[in-house]
C-alpha cells in the first residue's frame, strides 16, 4: 500500500510459524507427523521488531526439541508473543490471549505488553507466566517449568544455522539493535523495551552471512532507531573477517553492501549523518531506499512530539539527497490531531507533503497510548477532527503516490517474485518493501518462482501498485541493477 492507516495487528497467526517449519521439514526430507515432541502454539502481534522476537524464540525451542502445531487442540501450551504500542494493539493483545485461554488454558504470555502484568491478570488471571520483550531466555525458562524439555530432540538437524524465519526464504529483517534513546511523546516503546542496546557488528554481520548462505537476497535492516546503531557503545570497533568494523551505520551499510544483497534500510531516524548514506546508495551498496518517519511537519508540534527537524529544513535535504541520487525512494510516517495541533499547523503539514512528493507515506490519527508523556497535554483534537485529517491526508497523498507511481511507467525494473497464482506473478521492485509497500503485478506470469528476479517494464499503476510485463531480453540474464 502507498497510503494506508497505521494497522497495528500485522499478525502472524498460529498457522504461520507451522507452515515455515513444515517447509523446512519438507525440504530435509523427515517425516514428523507422529513425533512425540512436547507441542506447543505460537501466536506473533505486532511489528517487524517483534517477529524477529518470535523467529528467536522459536528457534532456541527447536533447538531444544519443542514442537510447534498448528492448532490450540493440538497444542500442549500456547504462547502468545504481545504488542503493546498502541490502544488498539493492547486490545487484540488482550483478546488473543482470552483466546488462547478459552482454547486451551495453559498459557504463557510475552512481548511488549509483558511489562504491564497488572494488566494481563486483571483481565485474565490464569496465564502461566508473564515475560516482557526481548527475553528469549524467561520465556523459555517459563516453558521449561510447565512443559518439561523433550528427552529425545526428533529437530536436532532440522533448526538451520540461521535460526527459524518467519519470513518467506528469499528475504529476512535484520535486527541491529533493542531498545530507544530517544523520548517521543507519543511513544511508550523506550519504557517496554528500554534505551539502545546495538548488537555486536560483528554478530550483525556474522547473521547476514549466514542468511545469505540460506538462500536470502534481501536483508530489511530494523532497529527502533536504525541510525543510532553503535551510539550506545561509542561506536565501538569490533571485527569481522579478521578486519576492523566500528558499530556505526554507515561502515555496517558498507559491510552489509559488500555481501551481494538487496539491503533496505527501515526506521531511520532523520540524523544529520544520514545523508552520508546517500554515496552508499549511488555505489548500490545498499538499496536507494529510506523508510524515514517524519512523523509532522510543524517545528512546534514536532517539538512537543520530542522529535527533530522543521519543515524548511527536512525539504532541503530531501532535495539534496535526491539531488545526489534520483533514483531515492523516501517512505514515511506521519501522526495527524496530535494535542494541541491546530488547522494551520495541519495545513503546514499538508503543504509539507505537497513540496516534498515522497514516495510512500502512512499515516494515523494520534491515539493516546497509557503511559505516553502526551496524554499530559493540553488541548486534545477532537475524535472527528483527527478523522476528518487523516481522511483529507490521504486524499493529498494518494494523488502525490498516483503521479509517482505513473512515472514509472514505460521503464524497467528489476522485480523481485513473492508469490505465483492463478492470475500470475507478484513481485517487488527496490522501491517497495515487503508488507508495507505496494506490488508490482506481473499478470500470466507463471514459470517463475518466490525469490526469481526478472526484468520487467511498467505498462501501468494506480495509486497503491503497479502493473508490468516481461522484458524480452529477461531470459539471457538478471543482474543486480535495479533499473535499467
Ligand atoms: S524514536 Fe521515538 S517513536 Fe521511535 S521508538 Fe524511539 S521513542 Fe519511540
Request: net charge negative; glycine share 6%.
Amino acid at each position: 500500500m502507498t497510503v494506508e492507516k497505521f494497522i497495528p495487528n500485522q499478525t502472524t497467526t498460529l498457522e504461520t510459524p507451522v507452515k515455515v517449519l513444515e517447509a523446512g521439514r519438507q525440504q530435509a526430507g523427515e517425516n514428523t507427523s507422529s513425533n512425540p515432541a512436547a507441542k506447543i502454539g505460537f501466536v506473533s502481534l505486532g511489528c517487524p521488531k517483534n517477529l524477529v522476537d518470535s523467529e528467536r524464540i522459536l528457534t532456541q525451542l527447536r533447538t531444544e526439541g519443542y514442537d510447534v502445531v498448528p492448532t490450540y487442540n493440538d497444542a500442549e501450551l500456547v504462547i502468545v508473543n504481545t504488542c503493546g504500542f498502541i490502544d488498539s494493539a493492547v486490545q487484540e493483545s488482550l483478546d488473543t490471549i482470552g483466546e488462547a485461554l478459552a482454547e486451551n488454558g495453559k498459557v504463557i504470555v510475552t512481548g511488549c505488553l509483558g511489562i504491564k502484568e497488572d494488566e494481563i491478570r486483571e483481565v485474565h488471571p490464569n496465564v502461566l507466566a508473564i515475560t516482557g520483550p526481548h527475553a528469549y531466555e524467561s520465556v523459555v525458562e517459563r516453558v521449561h517449568e510447565h512443559l518439561p524439555k523433550p528427552v529425545h530432540n526428533p529437530f536436532e538437524h532440522l533448526v538451520p544455522d540461521h535460526g527459524i524465519k518467519l519470513t518467506p526464504r528469499h528475504y529476512a529483517y535484520l535486527k541491529i539493535s533493542e531498545g530507544c534513546n530517544h523520548r517521543c511523546t507519543f511513544c511508550i516503546i523506550p519504557s517496554m523495551r528500554g534505551d539502545l542496546v546495538s548488537r555486536p557488528v560483528g554478530e550483525v554481520l556474522d547473521e547476514a552471512k549466514r542468511l545469505k548462505a540460506a538462500g536470502v537476497s534481501e536483508l530489511l535492516v530494523i532497529s527502533q532507531d536504525t541510525s543510532a546503531y553503535g551510539v550506545d557503545v561509542k561506536h565501538r570497533t569490533g571485527f569481522w573477517n579478521g578486519m576492523p568494523v566500528k558499530a556505526h551505520m554507515q561502515q555496517l551499510c558498507e559491510k552489509l553492501g559488500e555481501l551481494d544483497m538487496w539491503v533496505r534500510l527501515h526506521y531511520v531516524y532523520p540524523y544529520p549523518h544520514v545523508d552520508d548514506l546517500i554515496p552508499l546508495m549511488n555505489e548500490g551498496r545498499v538499496l536507494p531506499y529510506l523508510d524515514i518517519p517524519f512523523q509532522h511537519a510543524n517545528k512546534r508540534i514536532l517539538r512537543l512530539m520530542k522529535r527533530p527537524g522543521s519543515a524548511e529544513r527536512t525539504i532541503e535535504r530531501v532535495k539534496a539527497w535526491r539531488e545526489a541520487c534520483p533514483e531515492l525512494i523516501i517512505r514515511s510516517t506521519f501522526i495527524v490531531g496530535f494535542p494541541g495541533e491546530t488547522e494551520e499547523e495541519f495545513e503546514e503539514l499538508l503543504d509539507f507533503i505537497r513540496e516534498a512528493q515522497l514516495d510512500r507515506v502512512g499515516c494515523f490519527a494520534y491515539s493516546p497510548v497509557e503511559g505516553a508523556k502526551a496524554n499530559d497535554l493540553p488541548d486534545p483534537v477532537p475524535e472527528h477532527i483527527k478523522q476528518e485529517r487523516l481522511a483529507r491526508f490521504m486524499e493529498v497523498q494518494s494523488e502525490i503516490s498516483a503521479a509517482r507511481l505513473k512515472q514509472r511507467i514505460g521503464k524497467e525494473y528489476l522485480v523481485v517474485i513473492d508469490s505465483v497464482d492463478a492470475e500470475g506473478a507478484v513481485g517487488r521492485t527496490y522501491a517497495d518493501a515487503p508488507e508495507v509497500d505496494g506490488v508490482v503485478h506481473l499478470n500470466g506470469v507463471h514459470d517463475v518462482k518466490p525469490g526469481d528476479r526478472v526484468w520487467a517494464e511498467i505498462i501501468h499503476a494506480d495509486q497503491h501498485d503497479v502493473w508490468g510485463v516481461i522484458s524480452p531480453e529477461d531470459d539471457e540474464a538478471l543482474d543486480d541493477e535495479t533499473t535499467a
